[in-house]
């Protein structure tokens, strides 16, 4: 059974790091398009950053120059460095897989940007 377990979230200072981790089991996520997603309260859910099986990865306006994503094929893993973090970063944060129409979620994890 296919699973994503997201981890890393908290809550950090403007201007702070925090580094979210996604565990895929039960699929090979080397084949997949991994992507980050957030969702603040009272908005939508948007892509933060993807990254398909040869490694194009394309970032939010929002955030590039300051997120990272990257993926550990032999661990089937994604990770995703936010640097420079502000306010408006706060958000829940879902990893997802996508392959053809087939499409997997996390549960999420919180990540609060607050003084």
């Known amino acids: 059974q296919a699973k994503l377990v997201e981890s890393g979230g908290g809550q950090v200072q403007p201007g702070g790091s925090l580094r979210l981790s996604c565990a895929a089991s039960?699929?090979?996520?080397?084949?997949?398009?991994m992507a980050w997603y957030r969702q603040a309260p009272g908005k939508q859910r948007e892509l933060v950053a993807s990254?398909?099986?040869?490694?194009?990865?394309d970032y939010s306006p929002s955030v590039s120059g300051r997120f990272t994503i990257s993926r550990d094929n032999a661990n089937n893993m994604v990770y995703l460095q936010m640097n420079k973090l502000k306010p408006e970063d706060s958000a829940v944060y879902y990893c997802?897989?996508?392959?053809?129409?087939?499409?997997?979620w996390g549960q999420g994890t919180q990540v609060n940007v607050s003084s």
């Open positions: 997802n897989a996508k392959f053809a129409t087939t499409a997997y």
């Open positions: 039960g699929f090979l996520c080397k084949v997949y398009t």
């Open positions: 990254q398909n099986p040869v490694n194009f990865i």
